[in-house]
């Protein structure tokens, strides 16, 4: 986690509290696209503790990381969702988050 507070650094990071408890957290890093000449901003490990879950946390987050893309010049706000995690998909497209057209591929290095 160190090398995302280097100098620049390689993501951002917010947290939700209530009450002085932290109750949430979320990250982005952005993409270059050359294509579009621009960066996307991708939503990384966006996490609400249990007990806060269905509370309205996740639009509140979602809400700022709106504000602070529109207002970084960011021309998407992506995120990677598990398929099997319908609860969270749910609220993703809840909140306006479509299927995007592409495919995402991986090949682990761990190890080789």
Not at 69 to 82: F, N, S
Request: hydrophobic share 40%.
């Amino acid at each position: 986690m160190a090398g995302a507070f280097l100098t620049p650094p390689k993501a951002r990071y917010w947290v939700v509290e209530s009450h002085g408890t932290l109750v949430g957290s979320c990250s982005i890093v952005t993409e270059w696209s050359n294509f579009r000449g621009g960066d996307y901003w991708w939503i990384q490990s966006l996490y609400i503790a249990p007990e806060h879950r269905g509370t309205g946390r996740v639009d509140t987050i979602l809400r700022h990381l709106v504000q602070e893309a529109k207002a970084g010049g960011a021309l998407d706000l992506r995120l990677y969702g598990y398929n099997t995690n319908a609860r969270a998909l749910r609220a993703y497209q809840r909140f306006g988050f479509r299927e995007s057209p592409y495919l995402i591929l991986t090949k682990s290095l761990v190890g080789e």
